[in-house]
């Protein structure tokens, strides 16, 4: 039982990828403010942004992420997975999440604050005069808003977007029982061999 305990919180604990923004996973829209340079590790932006500067761009293919922790349009365990090297200037951002209609699903604030050289999951707040009010839907995620809220010089990469939660991950009631009835059948016929 405990090894089975142990198994459910160890998915629990562990974040996942569930948006990238690397070549060939998301597309870049030309007419963003600024446009960051995109490679295989995600999006990166080494300039000086001024307040109000924004990029976005579409997932390859919209996605459900209902299984991700959203409770209606509402999720508060998104965060990215970033890194700042050299300049950090601790700047704050918002992230606006669409569905393929470009319905509001969500919109979350953030900031560099704290971020180092090495990739690090940054956990985003949801907008409190927005959360929960998105029209959009969780179960075609397409597009991504990024938009800095003051201005300063910063060297990020955005690898892409992770959740706290798995919920497809947690095995069903079923299975656990299964699971554990069939350890204490393997714990008996051990102790059974040994008398």
């Known amino acids: 039982m405990a090894l089975i305990a142990g198994c459910i919180a160890n998915v629990q ?5 569930i948006g990238s923004f690397a070549t060939g996973s998301f597309t870049l829209d030309t ?10 590790s995600g999006l990166t932006t080494s300039t000086t942004v001024a307040a109000g500067d924004t990029f976005y761009g579409n997932f390859t293919s919209p996605s459900d992420w209902t299984n991700y922790g959203f409770t209606g349009a509402s999720n508060p365990n998104l ?3 970033m890194s700042v090297t ?3 200037s601790n700047l704050g951002f918002s992230l606006y999440l669409l569905d393929s209609t470009g319905g509001l699903i969500e919109a979350y604030t953030g ?3 704290g971020v180092g050289t090495a990739l690090q999951f940054v956990a985003l707040t949801p907008d409190a005069s927005i959360d ?3 029209v959009g839907f969780a179960t075609s995620v397409s ?9 300063g010089a910063i060297n990020t990469t955005f690898a892409g977007i992770q959740s706290t939660v798995n919920l497809a991950a947690i095995p069903e009631p079923s299975v656990a029982s ?18």
């Open 178 to 195: 299964l699971l554990a009835l069939g350890t204490v059948g393997l714990v008996a016929l051990r102790v059974r061999r040994k008398s």
């Open 111 to 113: 900031t560099t604050t």
């Open 86 to 88: 050299g300049t950090n």
């Open 143 to 151: 597009t991504v808003v990024v938009g800095w809220n003051s201005p």
């Open 132 to 134: 929960g009010q998105g």
């Open 79 to 81: 965060g990215l997975l």
């Open 31 to 40: 007419s963003s403010l600024y446009l960051p340079t995109q490679s295989a």
């Open 13 to 17: 604990a562990s974040n996942v990828d």
